[in-house]
Structure formats: structure tokens, C-alpha cells
């Protein structure tokens, strides 16, 4: 089993910047890709972006492209998403998640982290 945890999460005004972590635990290498996704109540889970653990491939959704970056640790086996010049629309309950294998489902989720952004 794998045991994620994120960490980060706050209230931003816009235009501001957070950096969420996720650390991870347990049977880390089985990992083959770490990805950040995000939900709005009543809304479906939105990717964010994704990275494989050995950092070769990184997934941005449109909607955060330029603005958003995912970047791992592997030492600390530890990913982050740096988000900037964030909007009240980034507001969402933000997820990691593990994925064993390319194609496969992402089998390992977080708690999630609230990020509210308001003045």
C-alpha cells in the first residue's frame, strides 16, 4: 500500500501564490506517476497536472498551463504543485494520487487540501 499525504492548502488572495505537497509512504516504488487533481462541489474531478516518478513526462490541464508547476523530490519521495497568480476559479479541494502503471488508474488518492482564493 501506498499512504499519501498533502499538505499546504490555505486561503490566497488573487494573484497570489501557494505550493502544495504531497509526501508519499509506504511501497513508493511501485509508483510509476504522481498527479494533482482538484474538485468543486458539484462538479466533476478535474486533472491537474501529472508527472512520472522518474520525471521524464509532465501533463498541465489548459486551464493552469503557465501558471502551474508540478516537480517531485524523490529523495523525500515528495511531490509538489507550485501554483501562481492563482484566481478565485483555482478555488477547490486539491487530491494527489498515485498511478502504478501508464494507462492504468490512479489507484492511490490524498485527503485533499482546501485552497481558497479570495480577497
Known amino acids: 500500500q501506498v499512504q499519501l499525504v498533502e499538505s499546504g492548502g490555505g486561503l490566497v488572495q488573487p494573484g497570489g501564490s501557494l505550493r502544495l505537497s504531497c509526501a508519499a509512504s509506504?511501497?513508493?516504488?511501485?509508483?510509476?506517476?504522481m498527479g494533482w487533481f482538484r474538485q468543486v462541489p458539484e462538479k466533476e474531478l478535474e486533472f491537474v497536472a501529472g508527472?512520472?516518478?522518474?520525471?521524464?513526462?509532465?501533463y498541465d490541464a489548459d486551464s493552469v498551463k503557465g501558471r502551474f508547476t508540478i516537480s517531485r523530490d524523490n529523495a523525500k519521495n515528495t511531490v509538489y504543485l507550485q501554483m501562481n497568480n492563482l484566481n478565485p476559479e483555482d478555488t477547490a479541494v486539491y487530491y494527489c494520487a498515485g498511478q502504478v502503471g501508464y494507462g492504468k488508474p490512479y489507484d492511490y488518492w490524498g485527503q485533499g487540501t482546501q485552497v481558497t482564493v479570495s480577497s
Open positions: 509506504g511501497r513508493t516504488y511501485s509508483i510509476y506517476s
Open positions: 508527472l512520472t516518478w522518474g520525471g521524464r513526462i509532465t
